[in-house]
């Protein structure tokens, strides 16, 4: 049976519009899904950083979530003196919405980073010990690589200087070049290295060679082969974030207590 050009061209629309149906319902209702899958994969990352995910067992939902409530404190701080401000509620707080909103945010100073805007207040993450003392404080951190901006946290020590870990959660940069930066034994090289010399100024970078142990060498870290723009990009995150314009004052808060 013949049915015409006509029967054809609304034939191929109803399909068209069924699939778009399909597609963008399955989009919208996956959508809580995602964000409560993205939400976790950070808790776990926060975790991992500071040392706190179990190292034996399977590292299901429930025992992230228990973790994570049991031993880390998100708190919300003014990053311009350092100090904690309970008045911004930290649940609600949206790190990405806050820095588009002028209210909010500033301009930020010309920057290696490459950090176009940073927010007056900043979410962080304390690390509590079994008494429920800080032992650690975990800084979200971030700054453009080679192809794409990395987002991570740094793990301290709570003397506000000693570093503790590095992790990204995400990045753009080529597996097996700039992606990594996810490499276990990479990130390995960062714990014991210290962030300020002696007079206050942030020191740690990524260098291209052979940086020594921590000890001998406490704010130098070797770069990747094939990803030096990557590491350079590090280097400059750091710069940024742990200087004034950053996590400083809240940094020197903390070495000034540990003394
Ligand atoms: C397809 C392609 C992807 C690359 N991806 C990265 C990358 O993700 N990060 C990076 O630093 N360099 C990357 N590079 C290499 C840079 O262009 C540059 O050569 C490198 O960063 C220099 O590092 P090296 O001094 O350790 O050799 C890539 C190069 C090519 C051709």
């Given at each position: 049976m013949n049915r015409g050009p006509l029967y054809t061209v609304l034939f191929a629309l109803a399909v068209a519009l069924v699939c778009s149906v399909l597609v963008s319902s399955a989009a919208v209702s996956l959508a809580p899904r995602q964000a409560e899958n993205q939400a976790l994969d950070r808790e776990k990352r926060i975790l991992e950083v500071a040392g706190l995910?179990?190292?034996?067992?399977a590292i299901t939902r429930e025992v992230v979530r228990a973790q994570f409530e049991a031993r880390i404190r998100p708190r919300i701080i003014r990053l311009e003196t350092g100090e904690a401000d309970t008045s911004v509620d930290v649940e609600a707080f949206d790190p990405r919405r806050v820095v588009k909103d002028p209210k909010t945010s500033r301009v930020a100073p010309a920057n290696a980073a490459q950090v176009l805007r940073v927010p007056t207040h900043a979410r962080i993450y304390e690390a509590l010990d079994d008494a429920g003392g800080i032992e650690r404080v975990i800084l979200p951190i971030e700054g453009k690589g080679l192809w794409s901006t990395l987002y991570g946290y740094l793990a301290v020590d709570r003397d506000g200087t000693t570093v503790r870990g590095l992790i990204y959660y995400a990045h753009g940069e080529t597996p097996g070049l700039g992606g990594e930066v996810d490499n276990p034994r990479w990130r390995a090289?960062?714990?014991?290295?210290?962030?300020?010399?002696a007079h206050g100024a942030v020191r740690l970078q990524v260098v291209k060679g052979r940086a020594g142990p921590p000890e001998a060498d406490p704010h130098r870290v070797d770069s990747i082969s094939g990803a030096t723009l990557t590491t350079n990009g590090v280097t400059h995150m750091l710069a940024f974030w742990m200087g004034e314009h950053g996590f400083g004052p809240y940094l020197a808060g903390l070495r000034g207590a540990a003394r």
């Open positions: 995910l179990p190292t034996s067992g090289l960062w714990a014991g290295r210290k962030i300020f010399d």
